[in-house]
């Protein structure tokens, strides 16, 4: 989900030749992964434990990171 809006506001950077969008992909971008860090991850590491950390250890965070 986080990178389908990405690619949908850099899409419009693009379309529109806008680099205040692109600026503002930026800025998504860098909220998003902080919420996923700092928020999701935790509570999920609390709730699912050792099968979440195995499964983060094999699955990339993003698509290829």
Request: proline residues 3%; contains cysteine; hydrophobic residues 50%.
């Amino acid at each position: 989900m986080y990178v389908g809006v990405l690619t949908v506001i850099y899409g419009w950077a693009i379309l529109y030749q806008s680099i205040a969008v692109a600026v503002y992909g930026i800025v998504v971008a860098c909220c998003f992964y902080s919420f996923v860090v700092f928020f999701e991850e935790p509570i999920l590491k609390k709730r699912f434990g050792t099968e979440y950390e195995q499964y983060c250890a094999q699955v990339p965070r993003w698509l290829f990171v």
